[in-house]
């Protein structure tokens, strides 16, 4: 169980500071754009308070034109950069910041993808056989129908062990007195409940060791 909970935080880690990583070079770059862009208009127009002092709502209109010029040149300088070299492999900032809206969009799936891996792997490490032919068999039966349907992965497991091997139990497959309290008579549905609260316990703890190691790594974006 511990190894399965190092290994899926770890993909999970690798996979959001893959995804982090383009959020940080572009928040970088387009923080960068917006001092260029406020330095900018404050060259070219004085501060509202000394072109109209005393006037409230000729410095609150005046704001308004300085915030018009300001989002214009900030336009202008992220327009005029879009080819420029942001990351430390080259990428541009435009394909950056594509790059992190798709990998936004696709980070759940990946995840999702994981967490399968994940429970195909905690399936083997509960069973007294991983190699055991059924067992295989229903995990590769699994695995396949998984790519059409939106059901998770152990209840796919259980259906298709159950198609597979319609007069036999699985509890023979999972039942350990030395590791576990499953009895050997246990039923497919309270062998399925077993398996649902041990991935439930390994998310658990893998959320926290994610947790702590994004904290230990001091993972953000920049303001």
Sequence with gaps: MRALVSI??????LISLY??????????????MKEKAMQQTRRAFPAASAKYAGNPEAQAAYKDSLEDFYSDRLARLLDSTKDTKITWWGQSYQKAKESELLLGLD???GINVTLDVAL?????????NPKDPPLQKAIAEAQRRKLSSDDNFINLFVASYEAQNPDAKLAPLFANTNKNKLSISASNST?????????NAAMRQTFQVLTKRID????SQPN
């Design 19 to 32: 995804q982090l990583s383009f959020t940080w070079f572009v928040n970088s770059h387009e923080k960068a």
């Design 107 to 109: 980070l759940q799936g």
């Design 8 to 13: 899926f935080a770890a993909l999970l880690i």
């Design 191 to 199: 062998v399925q409940a077993f398996i649902r609260d041990q991935a």
């Design 120 to 128: 195909e792997g905690l399936i083997k490490g509960l069973a007294n």
């Design 216 to 219: 230990k790594f001091g993972v």
